[in-house]
T-cell receptor
């Protein structure tokens, strides 16, 4: 079954509005979640690392004031795209890092959220 | 620093033929290597991973990959392609320990009936 869920799966909004995307870890507590963005026909690009109870770590070139990340609990991280513009239209995917029995970690990905800004 | 190079953005094979998707990596520390599959408008599904130990890794759906340190490669193979294998495949590398994953640019696999 699914390990990570995202809501909504798709959203259409008007330019200038804000959109919140939720990422939930269903099977285990996640101290670390990651947010990626994927433009059409391109690979995934890491936007930020979300740490429970502390500020997110953003990758170079990602505006932290535009992409607000809140990791308020061990099972929920949210990404808010503020004042969205058409160039923010993309596929946003979160992932959860899980430390397995052998001490190795694997990232499990959510199903993604398709954002279209008109 | 780490990076991944996937050779061939598009690969076409006939149904029943061998699938070979190439991946080379660069990492300053012992790498964790992954292959993910993505179907249209969906998230990524883990096919297989290499962390330590056996260099030949078997994954789901009949896929396997071999870690070759001397060649810095982690090519993905499947002996016989099925129509349902048509998707985009991403090779990825990380240094483990909750560190970020760096993805390759992806290879779109087409399976011809």
């Amino acid at each position: 079954g699914a390990v990570v869920s995202q809501h909504p799966s798709w959203v259409i909004c008007k330019s200038g509005t804000s959109v919140k995307i939720e990422c939930r870890s269903l099977d285990f507590q996640a101290t670390t979640m990651f947010w990626y963005r994927q433009f059409p026909k391109q690979s995934l690009m890491l936007m930020a690392t979300s740490n429970e109870g502390s500020k997110a770590t953003y990758e170079q070139g990602v505006e932290k004031d535009k992409f607000l990340i809140n990791h308020a609990s061990l099972t929920l991280s949210t990404l808010t795209v503020t004042s969205a513009h058409p160039e923010d239209s993309s596929f946003y995917i979160c992932s959860v890092s899980f430390l397995g029995a052998q001490g190795t970690d694997t990232q499990y990905f959510g199903p993604g959220t398709r954002l279209t800004v008109l | 620093a780490q990076s991944v190079t996937q050779l061939g953005s598009h690969v076409s094979v006939s149904e029943g033929a061998l699938v070979l998707l190439r991946c080379n990596y660069s990492s300053s520390v012992p790498p964790y290597l992954f292959w993910y599959v993505q179907y249209p408008n969906q998230g990524l599904q883990l096919l297989l991973k290499y962390t330590t130990g056996a260099t030949l890794v078997k994954g789901i759906n009949g896929f396997e990959a071999e870690f070759k340190k001397s060649e810095t490669s982690f090519h993905l193979t499947k002996p016989s392609a099925h129509m349902s294998d048509a998707a985009e495949y991403f090779c990825a590398v990380s240094s483990g320990g909750y560190q970020k994953v760096t993805f390759g640019t992806g290879t779109k696999l087409q399976v011809i009936p």
